[in-house]
């Protein structure tokens, strides 16, 4: 083993220790749902077939991309809070928030299109999932967008640094979390046939 | 006691017990009648004892929630009471309304008292616990917002912790959930929600916050551990009981008359919420392994650390156990719903409230705990009430396998009343359980008349000296 892996196994969670077990139980609801979803799939499988050819693709993709350059901004915010930047952490992290918007953007558009298309948590089986884990995940797209808000205001009022800048990367955690879970959910909900 | 004000939370809490003991005869006595159906008969037939065990229940807690406030509250603001006399009106208000209602329970047939209250012209009364005459619920909510105001103000005054505005906040939620008693429309479906998002809006979303404020202001005071530590774990807990309680409260509107979605969503999101009590244990066990000091209120710290195992078992393992669609097709409504009830209010809420009297009773009578006498008789009374509650909720579960099996999934169902003579048993073990219960609380109160402080200097030696 040389030197460097060593230092990184040593290496504590970044971010404050409480987000992670918070991050433990947000992602055991999620693999609750997705476990609920698999379990019914393998019930209707013909039903979900056909309706998950209802959505459309694109959409989710596009917010698939969208979540994941503001994951990458997010990350350039913690890298420069590490180098003492405080104004381009602010700026990173007021990207990400914009990408964020982005995204709830485009998924109120999709649900618009979806409710004229009929999709409704009565339709069928299928919808009923799309619309509750997708409705369930923007909500917390909105309070990753909350958090990261806080984060930054708090980056241009200078209170991280080199030394302390625990906060900015349990945010930027948080934010990761809810963007693994949407990569999930679009290869889950709106790929996988 | 840091400030004088508050002093007014030991009516409250003295009259929160005096309450407990009245629902726990009622309950005994509902109790037998499940033996021998004509017990007392005429005079306190079934429903009237049934009724009176449960709204005791909710009254004894509301008395121990609002006593915790008038405690917690300006202690956390660094303030004395916006109004303590207010607060002693509303406690004398709240008391002798609890009693006449009990009283009118007890002496005039409920139709007679639903027409002599007025309940002709607003209908109110006669759903499970929000049985109460139409001048009583208004006199609830009269209580609830003078309640609301003086520890607003204080808090307005004060300093704002996030425990005083968890506490505060989900007080006011406590309040306007509690509104909907004032919507009992003909539509049985829509009564059926009006009734149901009372009921379990508190249990399984608002009181649980007000569970997490008790407990962190507890384990901060008596753990000496940081307060941003512990108020990042009473966040954590918030948000999982928000994520998991507003859509799993949903777990029965589909047998109330909502579309099907509701047995999926119902299911998963009710089955999610042991989370937060996993989350609640985690966090008390990790304070006490984190404390800085060793506070001489040992029964306290064991009612606050039992509270949520106890709240896991009958809140978290009872209900997830009857949650599920599938399962809760067979176990609705049977004696599982009354394992889960008692063990879930008994294990989370009465718990709490005796966590938060144990902590401040001695404070409030002028010592920083009770003498090591008075503390074994109290946590002699917590192991006998919290092992008999187990006892009453494996009884009850017992009697609802033989309800499931005997009726609910049989191929040829037994009828109702002879279910029940084969239930006998059980309902004789629960009934042991309960005298056990009741000698637990007496043993419980014993403390309270147990003279002296704890002495430092006593302990210090028969420490030395082992």
């Known amino acids: ?193 | 006691m840091k400030y004088q004000s508050q002093a007014v939370a030991k009516p409250y809490f003295i009259a929160a017990l005096a309450l407990f003991v009245g629902q726990i005869v009622f309950g005994l006595i509902a109790g037998l009648q499940y033996l021998y159906g004509t017990f007392l008969f005429p005079e306190l037939p079934f429903d009237v004892a049934h009724m009176s065990h449960t709204n005791l229940l909710i009254v004894w807690l509301l008395m121990a929630f609002m006593g915790a406030a008038y405690f917690i509250v300006p202690e956390e603001a660094q303030t004395e009471l916006y109004s303590p006399k207010l607060a002693l009106v509303t406690f004398w208000v709240f008391l002798t309304a609890g009693a006449l209602t009990i009283a009118a329970y007890l002496f005039v047939p409920y139709a007679h008292l639903a027409a002599i209250t007025g309940n002709a012209a607003l209908p109110t009364m006669g759903r499970g616990y929000l049985e109460q005459p139409l001048p009583i619920k208004i006199g609830i909510v009269l209580v609830a917002l003078s309640l609301l105001f003086n520890v607003t103000m204080t808090l307005i005054k004060g300093r704002k912790t996030s425990i005083n505005l968890i506490l505060v906040g989900s007080l006011w939620g406590l309040a306007l959930l509690f509104l909907p008693a004032f919507y009992f429309p003909q539509d049985t479906v829509k009564a059926s929600f009006g009734w149901w998002w009372i009921v379990h809006g508190w249990v399984e979303g608002d009181w649980e916050l007000i569970l997490g404020a008790l407990l962190g202001f507890i384990l901060i005071k008596m753990t000496g551990v940081d307060r941003e530590i512990v108020e990042k774990w009473i966040y954590i807990i918030v948000a999982m009981t928000l994520v998991s309680g507003l859509v799993g409260i949903g777990h029965h509107y589909y047998y109330t008359g909502a579309p099907s979605y509701w047995i999926w969503l119902g299911s998963i999101f009710s089955a999610l919420e042991p989370l937060p009590f996993m989350l609640l244990i985690a966090f008390s066990f990790k304070m006490l392994l984190a404390r800085r000091r060793e506070h001489p209120n040992k029964a306290a710290m064991l009612w606050a650390l039992g509270t949520p195992i106890m709240a896991f078992l009958g809140a978290g393992l009872w209900g997830f156990m009857i949650t599920l669609a599938p399962a809760q097709y067979y176990m609705h409504g049977t004696n599982f719903t009354a394992a889960h009830g008692h063990l879930a209010f008994f294990g989370a809420y009465a718990m709490v409230s005796l966590a938060i009297i144990s902590y401040a009773m001695p404070l409030l009578r002028g010592r920083i705990a009770n003498s090591d006498a008075a503390q074994r008789w109290e946590m002699a009374g917590f192991w006998i009430m919290v092992l008999s509650m187990l006892g009453i909720a494996l009884a009850l579960t017992g009697a609802g396998i033989v309800t499931v099996v005997l009726q609910r999934a049989a191929a040829d169902p037994m009828p109702f009343m002879q279910v029940q003579d084969k239930e006998r048993v059980f309902f004789w073990l629960r009934e042991l359980a309960g005298v056990g219960f009741f000698v637990g609380l007496l043993v419980y109160l014993r403390s309270f008349f147990i003279s002296g402080e704890y002495e430092y200097a006593g302990e210090m030696k028969r420490a030395l000296a082992a």
Request: charged letters at 10%.
């Open chain 1, 1 to 193: 083993m040389n030197a460097e892996a060593s230092v990184i196994r040593t290496q504590p969670l970044p971010g404050d220790f409480a987000i992670w077990i918070f991050i433990f139980a947000e992602l055991t609801v999620f693999g609750v749902l997705f476990a609920a979803y698999a379990f019914a799939r393998s019930a209707h499988a013909d039903l979900f077939n056909a309706a998950q050819l209802g959505l459309n693709r694109v959409y989710g993709l596009a917010n698939t991309l969208i979540l994941v350059t503001s994951s990458y901004f997010v990350v350039r915010a913690t890298q420069s809070i590490k180098a003492g930047r405080s104004t381009a952490c602010g700026h990173w992290l007021v990207g990400a928030l914009g990408l964020g918007g982005c995204f709830l953007a485009v998924k109120l558009a999709e649900f618009h299109q979806d409710l004229a298309q009929g999709i409704s948590l009565s339709a069928n089986l299928f919808d009923m999932f799309y619309l509750s884990l997708t409705f369930f995940h923007f909500m917390h797209v909105v309070m990753g967008m909350a958090i990261l808000a806080v984060v930054a205001h708090k980056a241009y009022a200078g209170r991280y640094s080199v030394a302390d800048h625990t906060g900015v990367e349990t945010g930027a955690s948080y934010w990761h979390m809810v963007d693994l879970v949407w990569i999930i959910l679009f290869a889950l909900v709106y790929v996988i046939h």
